[in-house]
C-alpha cells in the first residue's frame, strides 16, 4: 500500500505570498489531518478533514485553510504569508475521524522569505 | 481543550540503560494515548499506543503506563540502543468522541550515549 504523499515537498515563499499544500492519504484512508511542526511549538493540530468535511480545527488564524475533495485527497492554503509561518506541515491519514492512529507523510517544508 | 505537557524536552542517556518519557493531560474525557517517534529528518511513526482501560502495555523494550486518576501516561524503554536516538511524541484524544483532534506534547529528544 502507498503512503501518505505530500507535494511539494520543499518550497519558498516571499511575505503576502499565498500557499497551497496538497496531501493524498493512504487508499482507504477517509481522514485527513494537518500539522504545523516547529522546533518551539513541536506538533500543533490546524485541521481534520472527514468526508469532504472539517470535523474541527486548531487555534490557528483565517489565513490558513484547507479542504477534501471527494477521493479523499486534501489541500491545505495559506494566504498573506506572514515569516512566522515558515514551518513543516505534516498530512497525515486514518481511516476515520478522531481516532489518533495516524500515519503521516513526508511533510512539506515551507520557508518564507 | 486538551493540554499535553510532556517531560524533560531532552534526555540523554547511556546505551544500555533505561530511558522514562512523562506527560500529563487535562481533559478527563481524553480515552487515547499514543506515542510517535520522529527520526531525524523523518515522520513521525505511532511506536506504541494505551486505552484508557489499560494500565499497562509492552512491546519488547518499550512499554507505557497510564494512570487516568492523575492524568498522568509514560514511555519506558529499556536497554536502550543507537536506534532509538529520536524525538519522542506523547499525544491524547477522545477517540469517537469529541471535536478537538489528537493533542500532541512539546516532545523529548532522546540521545543515546555509545
Known amino acids: 500500500k502507498a503512503g501518505v504523499t505530500q507535494t511539494p515537498r520543499y518550497l519558498i515563499k516571499t511575505r503576502g505570498q499565498q500557499v497551497t499544500l496538497s496531501c493524498s492519504p493512504i487508499?482507504?484512508?477517509?481522514?485527513v489531518s494537518w500539522y504545523q511542526q516547529t522546533p518551539g511549538q513541536g506538533l500543533q493540530f490546524l485541521f481534520e478533514?472527514?468526508?469532504?468535511?472539517?470535523?474541527n480545527k486548531g487555534n490557528f488564524p483565517g489565513r490558513f485553510s484547507g479542504r477534501q475533495f471527494s477521493n479523499s485527497r486534501s489541500e491545505m492554503n495559506v494566504s498573506t504569508l506572514e515569516l512566522g509561518d515558515s514551518a513543516l506541515y505534516l498530512c497525515?491519514?486514518?481511516?476515520?475521524?478522531?481516532?489518533?492512529?495516524?500515519?503521516f507523510g513526508e511533510g512539506s517544508r515551507l520557508t518564507v522569505l | 481543550g486538551e493540554n499535553v505537557e510532556q517531560h524533560p524536552s531532552t534526555l540523554s542517556v547511556q546505551e544500555g540503560d533505561s530511558a522514562v518519557i512523562k506527560c500529563t493531560y487535562s481533559?478527563?474525557?481524553?480515552?487515547?494515548f499514543p506515542w510517535y517517534k520522529q527520526e531525524l529528518g523523518k515522520r513521525p511513526q505511532l511506536i506504541i499506543d494505551?486505552?484508557?482501560?489499560?494500565g499497562e502495555k509492552k512491546d519488547q523494550r518499550i512499554a507505557v503506563t497510564l494512570n487516568k486518576t492523575a492524568k498522568h501516561f509514560s514511555l519506558h524503554i529499556t536497554e536502550t540502543q543507537p536506534e532509538d536516538s529520536a524525538v519522542y511524541f506523547c499525544?491524547?484524544?477522545?477517540?469517537?468522541?469529541?471535536?478537538?483532534?489528537?493533542?500532541f506534547g512539546k516532545g523529548t529528544h532522546l540521545i543515546i550515549q555509545p
Open positions: 494505551s486505552r484508557s482501560n489499560v
Open positions: 481533559d478527563s474525557a481524553s480515552n487515547y
Open positions: 499525544a491524547a484524544i477522545h477517540s469517537g468522541g469529541g471535536a478537538d483532534g489528537l493533542t
Open positions: 497525515a491519514s486514518s481511516p476515520g475521524p478522531n481516532t489518533g492512529e495516524l500515519f
Open positions: 478533514y472527514f468526508s469532504e468535511t472539517q470535523r
Open positions: 487508499s482507504g484512508h477517509r481522514s
